[in-house]
Every structure is written in C-alpha cells, then in structure tokens.
C-alpha cells in the first residue's frame, strides 16, 4: 500500500476515534451524574496558577496545559530614520507601526511513572519572525527531583544570566520585552544540563553548563566543539523567604510585610561566530558593541579584521523590595569580551561595558490597576545608551491571566532589538505600544 494511503488511513481513523469519545462524553455530560463525578470532574479541570489547567491525572502521571499569547500595537514613528555608529558608518532604522499577533506559547507539564521524574515542553511561535529559521520552536527539559534542594535537568532553558532568566516569563511589569540593558547583556535559551534547588529557607540557587549563548535557531553542525558555557545564579529572599508568586516583578501579591530580595548570577561562555544565531531569531541574544554592531561583523575593527572566537563573561547583581502594592527592584550589570581569535585579531584590546536597570511599581487598584515607570543605561567604549518608560498594567477580571498593558519609551541610542521586541538597533526618538496578554 502506498505511504501516501497509508497516512490518510491512520489520519481518518484518529478522527474516527475523537469524534467518537466525543460524542460519548456528550452523551455523558446529559445523563444524571453519579455520585462523585462532579467533584471529579472538578479535579480533572481544575487550574494551577503558573501550571494551567490539568488535562490528566492517573496513577502513572499527569498532564497540564498552560497558553500564553498577546496581540500588540506597536508604533515607532517617532524613531529618528537612521543613526551613525561609533566607527562613522550610518545605518537605517527600520521604523515599524503595525499590529501583530506577537506570539503563541503551548505548555505541556507534569510527570510520569514518578513524581520525581518531571517534563516541561512548550511550542513557541512568533509571529513578527516569519521566514526566519527559527520562527518555530518545539523544546522543553526532562528533570528528576532529588528533593527540595537539588532537582536535575537536560534539555533547552534558559541560561541562569540575569534576574529575567530565573523563570518568572511572563511575569514582568511589561508584556514580553525586558529592558534594553537586560536585553543587552543577558544569555538565552540553550541545551544544556542544569542543577537547582533550595540549600536554606529562602536561599536558591541554578547552575547551567550549556552548549552557547543562544542556541535557538542554530543547528548541531554549527556548534563549536564541547560545553563551553557555564552560568550560574544565588538569590536570598531575607525577610519573608518568598518574592511573590513565581519570582516576579512587581507587587501584585500585596505584601502585608516587607519582602526582600538580593540576587546573584556569572556567566562564561567561548563564543563561535557560526554557532550566532540570526538577527531577528525567536528569542536571540547576540554579542554586541554598545553602539548596536555584531561583534562577528567582517571588517568591523578595521578592513581585513574579522572576530572569529571570542570569550564573553557577565556578572549581575540584583535588589529589591515590595510592600503593600509598591515595589522597587534594580540589577547592575558588568561584561568583558576578551581573548579574540580570528584574522588580524591580535590588536583588539579587551572591552568592558556595564549597565544598570531600576524598575518602581505600584498597585493603584489592587488586583486591577497597576502602574510604573522604569529605565536603563549601556555604558561603554563604543558608545552609551538609555532609556526612559512608563506604562500602565489593567487587569481586566481582577485576575493576571487577562490584561491590558499600554507603554511609552523614550529611547537613547539604543544598542539592541529584533522585530518580536519594540525597540530596534539604533533606535532614538519615542515608541508607543499597547497589548492584550492572555496567559493561563
């Protein structure tokens, strides 16, 4: 038989099957429940917040699906055309003012066999991304809990590099974009092996040894040979053990006692140019010049320069503080970019940025209305940047899965962006842009 017939076969007879225990639990759902379904039922469906709703629960494991998408209006048309980088070469800024819907997230968890034996996989599409390699991602990590202080991994997650690398997506005071100096100096999403866990009441920690910054979008056959990137991060949480839900920013939570927070992180890696994924890929973090510029661009240093290899280390330390509706949080950020290999590298000397981020937040309605107002700087020297902005957060059933966020930045010189974030390379002058996330 062909494979062509024998694919349509299988494919009609799984539709078959659906709509049969479909129309089963049609059936089901007329008749006069027995005793105990309802209440089964209601497990069955029930909803964890930060886990989703549970599709399955059984003696050999379970299965919860968790959906984050937002729709945005973005406007940079008041975004100067161009800028000149530090070497005197002018670039256009591509000025957007469009409405996408930005991105899909499907999330699958649970365990299986044992409650030790956990999975986290999700499918990660966005949509300002289209046509580039990694517009699509189907990843997630397969861990074993030990205990409380130690659970062990493999698989994709994110590099353990700055505050908004710990888990806390989407959790932030803006809907899916950080701040530019956190966007400038962070590490992404790569495949590795990780360990984390609790040493002491409110005392965490991760650790990560990976295959690069950024794997996203890059191919096996791109990556350099071995494991060559390391990061690792420590937060204490002093007063209350506990910074709200999930870590996240912002006090949502009404804290009734002063909660505290001071973080932690050090990242190595040797980075290969080939092993760089694009500029505009889902989620990527590329080795830049505080003036916007690839550090692997040809001729960048001069004609017949070329950076092939090059050693990036970062260190960031965090604060914050929340209490009865306020917060306020701040990270400072050091890089050294040294050891450069390639053609004609051998006079390029090491460079040190550094940045900072302070964050203040309040809850003007509790559990309905939040507001803020944030900055950024990118110190270094191939040029600085900043940035300025506020925004308004309005939940609109008194719940975080639904909310509405509106965002103003004033944007100096700024050093990084890609098409799925609102700020782009160079951008100077003021954006606008508006979102409606739904995440449960």
């Given at each position: 038989?062909?494979?062509?017939?024998?694919?349509?076969?299988?494919?009609?007879?799984?539709?078959?099957?659906?709509?049969?225990?479909?129309?089963?639990?049609?059936?089901?759902?007329?008749?006069?429940?027995?005793?105990?379904?309802?209440?089964?039922?209601?497990?069955?469906?029930?909803?964890?917040?930060?886990?989703?709703?549970?599709?399955?629960?059984?003696?050999?494991?379970?299965?919860?699906?968790?959906?984050?998408?937002?729709?945005?209006?973005?406007?940079?048309?008041?975004?100067?055309?161009?800028?000149?980088?530090?070497?005197?070469?002018?670039?256009?800024?591509?000025?957007?003012?469009?409405?996408?819907?930005?991105?899909?997230?499907?999330?699958?968890?649970?365990?299986?066999?044992?409650?030790?034996?956990?999975?986290?996989?999700?499918?990660?599409?966005?949509?300002?991304?289209?046509?580039?390699?990694?517009?699509?991602?189907?990843?997630?990590?397969?861990?074993?809990?030990?205990?409380?202080?130690?659970?062990?991994?493999?698989?994709?997650?994110?590099?353990?590099?700055?505050?908004?690398?710990?888990?806390?997506?989407?959790?932030?005071?803006?809907?899916?974009?950080?701040?530019?100096?956190?966007e400038f100096f962070r590490g992404s999403y790569t495949s590795g092996v990780f360990l984390e866990g609790e040493?002491?009441?409110?005392?965490?920690?991760?650790?990560?040894?990976?295959?690069?910054?950024?794997?996203?979008?890059?191919?096996?056959?791109?990556?350099?040979?071995?494991?060559?990137?390391?990061?690792?991060?420590?937060?204490?949480?002093?007063?209350?053990?506990?910074?709200?839900?999930?870590?996240?920013?912002?006090?949502?939570?009404?804290?009734?006692?002063?909660?505290?927070?001071?973080?932690?992180?050090?990242?190595?890696?040797?980075?290969?140019?080939?092993?760089?994924?694009?500029?505009?890929?889902?989620?990527?973090?590329?080795?830049?010049?505080?003036?916007?510029?690839?550090?692997?661009?040809?001729?960048?240093?001069?004609?017949?320069?070329?950076?092939?290899?090059?050693?990036?280390?970062?260190?960031?330390?965090?604060?914050?503080?929340?209490?009865?509706?306020?917060?306020?949080?701040?990270?400072?950020?050091?890089?050294?970019?040294?050891?450069?290999?390639?053609?004609?590298?051998?006079?390029?000397?090491?460079?040190?940025?550094?940045?900072?981020?302070?964050?203040?937040?309040?809850?003007?309605?509790?559990?309905?209305?939040?507001?803020?107002?944030?900055?950024?700087?990118?110190?270094?020297?191939?040029?600085?940047?900043?940035?300025?902005?506020?925004?308004?957060?309005?939940?609109?059933?008194?719940?975080?899965?639904?909310?509405?966020?509106?965002?103003?930045?004033?944007?100096?010189?700024?050093?990084?962006?890609?098409?799925?974030?609102?700020?782009?390379?160079?951008?100077?002058?003021?954006?606008?842009?508006?979102?409606?996330?739904?995440?449960?």
């Amino acid at each position: 038989m062909p494979r062509g017939e024998t694919v349509r076969r299988v494919f009609r007879a799984v539709l078959a099957a659906a709509a049969a225990f479909s129309i089963a639990g049609v059936g089901r759902a007329a008749e006069t429940p027995s005793p105990g379904t309802a209440e089964e039922n209601k497990k069955f469906l029930e909803h964890i917040q930060g886990r989703g709703f549970r599709l399955f629960e059984g003696q050999d494991g379970e299965v919860y699906f968790r959906l984050f998408s937002y729709a945005r209006y973005l406007n940079q048309k008041g975004l100067d055309p161009s800028y000149v980088d530090s070497f005197g070469t002018t670039h256009a800024v591509q000025i957007r003012q469009d409405v996408q819907l930005n991105k899909f997230t499907a999330y699958f968890s649970g365990w299986f066999l044992s409650k030790q034996f956990r999975y986290f996989l999700w499918i990660w599409s966005a949509n300002t991304s289209q046509g580039d390699p990694a517009q699509v991602v189907a990843a997630g990590t397969l861990s074993w809990v030990f205990g409380k202080a130690a659970t062990l991994g493999v698989g994709i997650a994110s590099l353990p590099t700055t505050r908004s690398t710990e888990g806390q997506f989407p959790n932030w005071l803006t809907v899916d974009n950080r701040l530019t100096a956190d966007e400038f100096f962070r590490g992404s999403y790569t495949s590795g092996v990780f360990l984390e866990g609790e040493v002491a009441p409110g005392v965490r920690y991760k650790a990560m040894v990976g295959n690069n910054l950024s794997q996203l979008g890059v191919s096996a056959s791109q990556l350099a040979s071995g494991l060559n990137t390391q990061s690792v991060e420590m937060n204490w949480l002093p007063t209350t053990g506990e910074f709200g839900f999930n870590g996240r920013f912002g006090d949502y939570d009404d804290h009734q006692k002063v909660a505290t927070r001071l973080g932690a992180h050090f990242t190595h890696s040797r980075e290969d140019a080939q092993e760089q994924p694009g500029t505009n890929n889902i989620e990527n973090s590329q080795i830049r010049l505080t003036d916007g510029n690839v550090i692997f661009l040809p001729n960048l240093f001069g004609p017949g320069i070329t950076v092939q290899r090059v050693t990036y280390q970062m260190a960031s330390v965090d604060a914050g503080i929340k209490y009865r509706g306020f917060s306020l949080e701040a990270e400072y950020y050091w890089r050294w970019l040294s050891n450069f290999t390639g053609t004609n590298t051998g006079g390029i000397a090491e460079i040190n940025d550094r940045g900072f981020q302070v964050q203040a937040s309040a809850m003007v309605l509790p559990r309905t209305l939040q507001v803020y107002l944030s900055g950024s700087g990118i110190y270094g020297r191939y040029g600085n940047g900043s940035e300025v902005r506020a925004g308004v957060n309005w939940f609109l059933l008194e719940k975080q899965g639904l909310r509405l966020n509106a965002e103003w930045i004033q944007l100096n010189k700024c050093p990084v962006g890609y098409t799925s974030v609102p700020y782009p390379v160079g951008g100077n002058g003021a954006v606008y842009h508006a979102n409606l996330e739904v995440n449960f």
